[in-house]
């Protein structure tokens, strides 16, 4: 297990790590006017909102709605190391995604319907977590994040390790409708503009894709993911 510690702002994201115990400090603009809401917190200090922009000068553009909370997050494994674990889980794997406001939605599906585990490449993603977790809207507690340094040099683990692979592609024939999930899934969604790489889908155990109408735009990376969730979910509870 990996722990890492960083800042994260947003006020819904502060307010749910406030009981927590990953929470270490909290943050928030002394010129609100809610702040005495926040005044039986022990962990909370009431700054001036420039103290709490200095916290995050190397996120252009973060909106930290004049919230930050430093976090201990634990929740981060090396695959081999999660393995060891043997988790009967299923994972959903992001691979190359362009929008960094993908991965907070996708993070939220996940939760929402039950899968509590993304595998993440760790050298593109690492020092861009606040953003992600502050995408989450709160989620990302809830969320073990596997780290790698290359998906395609994973997937034979998984297959040992009695996981099926499926990747999300729009040129199969193979629908969803139809597809029956095993009872691990290693799930593959590709980058926005490119999709999955090739090498990918070649190991890959099954290819699927979304039936839509001919006429429509292809769906959202993060729209894709939480269909394929919620029919995970409902199969699996024969709800479809």
């Given at each position: 297990?990996?722990i ?8 819904q994201?502060v307010?749910s ?10 943050l ?5 006017k ?7 917190f022990?962990?909370?200090?009431f700054?001036?909102?420039k103290?709490i922009?200095?916290k995050f ?6 909106n930290?709605q004049?919230?930050?909370a430093y976090?201990?997050?634990?929740n ?9 674990l043997?988790?009967?889980?299923d994972?959903?794997?992001l691979d ?7 991965y907070g939605?996708i993070?939220?599906?996940?939760v929402a319907?039950?899968?509590n ?6 050298n593109?993603?690492t ?23 290359n998906?395609f040099n994973?997937i034979?683990k998984?297959?040992k390790?009695?996981?099926?692979v499926i990747?999300l592609?729009?040129?199969t ?10 009872d691990?899934?290693?799930i593959?969604?590709g ?8 090498n990918?889908?070649?190991k890959s155990?099954y ?5 839509i109408?001919?006429?429509s ?10 269909i394929?969730?919620y029919?995970l979910v409902?199969k699996r509870?024969?709800?479809?």
């Amino acid at each position: 297990m990996n722990i890492s510690t960083f800042w994260i702002g947003g006020k819904q994201n502060v307010i749910s790590v406030l009981n927590e115990n990953i929470c270490l400090e909290v943050l928030i603009d002394e010129k609100r006017k809610d702040i005495k809401n926040y005044k039986i917190f022990n962990k909370v200090k009431f700054v001036s909102k420039k103290l709490i922009d200095k916290k995050f000068f190397n996120l252009p553009g973060y909106n930290h709605q004049g919230f930050a909370a430093y976090i201990k997050y634990e929740n981060i494994y090396e695959i081999n190391e999660f393995f060891k674990l043997k988790q009967n889980t299923d994972i959903i794997a992001l691979d190359d995604l362009q929008d960094i406001g993908n991965y907070g939605t996708i993070i939220r599906s996940c939760v929402a319907f039950g899968i509590n585990t993304i595998l993440l490449n760790k050298n593109k993603l690492t020092k861009k977590l606040p953003i992600i977790f502050k995408n989450s809207a709160g989620s990302f507690k809830d969320i073990n994040i596997i780290y790698t340094s290359n998906i395609f040099n994973e997937i034979i683990k998984f297959q040992k390790n009695n996981f099926s692979v499926i990747s999300l592609d729009t040129k199969t024939n193979n629908s969803l409708k139809k597809f029956k999930w095993s009872d691990k899934n290693l799930i593959i969604l590709g980058s926005e503009d490119k999709g999955i790489k090739k090498n990918i889908l070649k190991k890959s155990d099954y290819i699927i894709k979304i039936e839509i109408e001919k006429n429509s735009e292809s769906l959202n990376v993060a729209q894709a993911a939480s269909i394929c969730m919620y029919d995970l979910v409902s199969k699996r509870n024969k709800l479809i």
